[in-house]
């Protein structure tokens, strides 16, 4: 009579089946099962092989089968590289700069690089500090979307990673920029509303530190003298980029008294505020004043009525800036632009009603 396993044989033996199903799955492994190099799936893991789509499709079939998880480390190492890129922004939860993040990890994802995001805050001694943390955490590039970094900062730090910078024009070695033109943005809309008929037009400037901000406020000022129109300077009131701050603007234009038919704010934001201050003083857009923004952002669509505004394609930015690093990476100079403003024309602009 055959004895029967005993507990301990039995524990013991789901301990061995356990450990073997535990076993880190290899790139030896899925090549096996794929039918193919161990070479061959390093490369199409990191997003170099140039294979037949049956091969590609072999090797995502083994990975998904076996459970294979790429060690990003080791792939790193292996190539000299942390597989991972620093991106400098200034505000995490700006709903523009929130649109180029996104851009930037999508593009990313698809060839298996890692984002590392870090705030500078608009602050320079910040974004200083922010560069040294992401190269101390050895990233194979830095991504700068806008900032203040000074542009010898920007070409000392190129001389050992690539760079790709936002919002400025700079040519140097290893240094990527993409200058959107503001000023052609805010001369577009500017010379908008006085073909409708408007003279009295105010404008909600932005923080002046700010490059662009300074771009927009020309390319404003540019459009009112080209078309013969005076200039107001009292109708050329302070902003910072925030909601609040246009509804400041527009609640102390109404407070002294001014008289103007049409807002131009330097970006969507401070147009919602300026809204909700024409609608706290019974003020209707269009008819009793027209109202146009500036970066299309998501919600300028679904404002009461949509916003007309400046069409800047952040989500497109930080796809180009991820691109354009990628390219550096490999070797290549990229020949990349941002794309031209468009003026996105909705229900916030009239002609004026008197």
Same mark, same amino acid.
């Given at each position: ?8 044989q039995?524990? @013991?033996?789901?301990?061995? =089946?356990?450990?073997q ?22 490369r ?19 990975i998904?089968?076996?459970?294979f ?10 190539g000299?590289?942390?597989l ?10 700006s709903p ?9 990890? =999508?593009?990313f994802?698809?060839v ?5 995001f ?6 320079? +001694?910040?974004e200083?500090?922010?560069l040294?943390?992401l ?6 590039? =830095?991504?700068i ?8 900062d920007?070409? @000392?730090l190129a001389?050992?990673?690539p ?5 400025r ?16 943005g805010?001369?577009?809309a ?5 073909? +409708? ?20 406020q ?6 009112l003298? %080209?078309?013969g ?15 609040e ?17 049409a ?5 969507d934001?401070? %147009? ?9 003083h019974?003020l209707h =857009?269009?008819?009793d ?9 998501q ?7 949509p916003?007309?505004?400046?069409h800047q ?14 390219q ?18 909705r ?5 004026p009603?008197r």
């Open positions: 009579m055959k004895s029967r396993p005993g507990k301990s039995s524990i @013991s033996g789901k301990l061995e =089946i356990d450990s199903r535990r076993l880190p799955v290899t790139i030896e492994m899925v090549a096996k099962t794929a039918g193919v190099s161990p070479s061959t799936v390093s199409i893991l990191n997003g170099t092989a140039g294979v037949a789509d049956v091969k590609r499709q072999a090797v995502n079939s083994a998904d089968q076996l459970g998880i790429p060690n990003p480390v080791a792939r790193g190492l292996a000299g590289r942390t991972s890129i620093g991106v400098v922004t200034q505000s995490l939860d523009f700069y929130g649109a180029a993040l996104r851009g930037i990890e =999508i593009e994802q698809k298996g690089y890692t984002p590392l870090i705030s500078g805050q608009w602050n320079q +001694l910040e200083a500090r922010c040294d943390l190269r101390a955490r050895r990233v194979d590039g =830095i991504i979307l806008d900032g203040r970094v000074d542009d010898a920007v070409c @000392s001389r050992n990673l760079v790709v910078i936002t919002g024009s700079l040519q140097a070695p290893n240094v990527v920029s993409l200058h959107f033109s503001n000023f052609e805010a001369e577009q500017t010379q908008y509303l006085i073909e +409708l008929g408007h003279r009295r037009i105010v404008f909600i400037a932005g923080d002046p530190a700010h490059q662009d901000a300074l771009e927009r020309h390319g404003y000022r540019a459009a003298r %080209a078309r129109v005076a200039i107001d300077e009292e109708l050329v009131v302070p902003g910072n980029f925030s909601e701050s246009g509804l400041r603007a527009v609640e102390g234009l109404l407070r002294e008294g001014k008289k103007f038919s807002i131009f704010a330097a970006n934001q401070m %147009a919602f505020g300026a809204a909700l201050a024409l609608y706290r019974a =857009i269009p008819d004043i027209s109202l146009i923004g500036f970066d299309d952002l919600p300028s669509v679904y404002a009461i009525p916003l007309t505004t400046v394609p952040s989500h497109e930015m930080g796809t180009l800036a991820a691109t354009a690093m990628l550096l990476l490999h070797g290549e100079r990229p020949v990349l632009s941002m794309p031209s403003p468009r003026l996105i024309v229900e916030s602009t009239a002609a009603s």
